[in-house]
């Protein structure tokens, strides 16, 4: 008689937070981000004193705004993922709301940015530095708006799907790419933002 | 609760770090330290890498040293 309660490897587990497949995905995607972190500093270590002058146009209390609210941010999915490994459906939504109303504030904070930039003219094509810059903070800001749009998905289907272990293991896997976001933040942040405050 | 205020301390001190010290080597060391902690932190907290298969907890942190290890050579050298 075939045993059903046999576990495939890589698959679904529920004593594992999220799934196999997004452990995967994300470190891929950590090695891709790592591919441009390590071009980025090859280039500044080619033309130093421009990446220099131009991170000097850069505002590390906006880098800072960023970081606060994609921490926070965070921090609130997490007590959602937690909620509703408890059943608190009303705290989980709330929680939810609140990641997606300070990933808001990082998206409106960078488009901030992104204007005032375009607006003294400074564009992917003004130098090196701000082509990484660009690159770098847009791929960075896709990956935020992108996951955005399936947090929004879990906060709309909360009430419905709440109760099933596949809507658990999508917040999980939601969650743990808003992590992940996060994660890549905490080292754009010094190396586009805070190393150039440095004497 | 606890993790996430260490979070938003630790971001403090780097930035006030980046300001103050007057040893560039050291002052890139320092926030780029710091930012690796707060990685962890979140991994390990928020991600609950310790609680996936042994392996991603493994592979991430050997991400977050490879970045730092990275980026501190790359400001310093």
């Given at each position: 008689m075939p045993n059903n309660s046999h576990h495939h490897p890589g698959a679904t587990s529920p004593d594992h937070p999220g799934t196999s497949g997004i452990w995967t995905f994300v470190f891929i995607d950590m090695v891709i981000f790592f591919l441009f972190f390590g071009v980025y500093i090859s280039e500044r270590q080619r033309l130093p004193d421009i990446f220099l002058s131009s991170q000097h146009q850069l505002s590390p209390l906006v880098g800072l705004v960023s970081t606060m609210a994609l921490l926070t941010s965070s921090w609130a999915m997490a007590e959602a993922v937690r909620a509703l490994r408890e059943n608190k459906i009303a705290r989980a939504g709330c929680a939810l709301n609140w990641a997606l109303a300070l990933g808001a504030v990082f998206i409106v904070n960078k488009l901030f940015e992104y204007g005032g930039k375009f607006g003294h003219g400074i564009t992917p094509l003004t130098n090196g530095f701000f082509t990484f810059y660009f690159l770098i903070t847009g791929l960075h800001f896709l990956h935020v708006t992108g996951t955005m749009i399936f947090m929004t998905h879990c906060r709309v289907r909360l009430g419905v799907e709440a109760g099933a272990l596949t809507y658990r293991k999508k917040l999980e896997n939601v969650g743990l790419f808003w992590h992940f976001v996060d994660v890549l933040w905490l080292f754009i942040f010094p190396m586009l933002y805070l190393t150039e405050l440095v004497g | 609760?606890?993790?996430?205020?260490?979070?938003?301390?630790?971001?403090?001190?780097?930035?006030?770090?980046?300001?103050?010290?007057?040893?560039?080597?050291?002052?890139?060391?320092?926030?780029?330290?710091?930012?690796?902690?707060?990685?962890?932190?979140?991994?390990?907290?928020?991600?609950?890498?310790?609680?996936?298969?042994?392996?991603?907890?493994?592979?991430?942190?050997?991400?977050?040293?490879?970045?730092?290890?990275?980026?501190?050579?790359?400001?310093t050298a």
């Amino acid at each position: 008689m075939p045993n059903n309660s046999h576990h495939h490897p890589g698959a679904t587990s529920p004593d594992h937070p999220g799934t196999s497949g997004i452990w995967t995905f994300v470190f891929i995607d950590m090695v891709i981000f790592f591919l441009f972190f390590g071009v980025y500093i090859s280039e500044r270590q080619r033309l130093p004193d421009i990446f220099l002058s131009s991170q000097h146009q850069l505002s590390p209390l906006v880098g800072l705004v960023s970081t606060m609210a994609l921490l926070t941010s965070s921090w609130a999915m997490a007590e959602a993922v937690r909620a509703l490994r408890e059943n608190k459906i009303a705290r989980a939504g709330c929680a939810l709301n609140w990641a997606l109303a300070l990933g808001a504030v990082f998206i409106v904070n960078k488009l901030f940015e992104y204007g005032g930039k375009f607006g003294h003219g400074i564009t992917p094509l003004t130098n090196g530095f701000f082509t990484f810059y660009f690159l770098i903070t847009g791929l960075h800001f896709l990956h935020v708006t992108g996951t955005m749009i399936f947090m929004t998905h879990c906060r709309v289907r909360l009430g419905v799907e709440a109760g099933a272990l596949t809507y658990r293991k999508k917040l999980e896997n939601v969650g743990l790419f808003w992590h992940f976001v996060d994660v890549l933040w905490l080292f754009i942040f010094p190396m586009l933002y805070l190393t150039e405050l440095v004497g | 609760m606890r993790i996430w205020l260490a979070l938003l301390g630790l971001t403090g001190v780097s930035f006030l770090l980046a300001e103050q010290l007057a040893v560039r080597t050291v002052a890139i060391v320092a926030i780029f330290l710091i930012a690796a902690l707060k990685a962890e932190f979140v991994i390990e907290h928020y991600m609950e890498a310790r609680a996936a298969e042994r392996h991603w907890l493994v592979m991430y942190f050997a991400w977050v040293t490879a970045v730092t290890l990275l980026l501190v050579w790359g400001h310093t050298a």
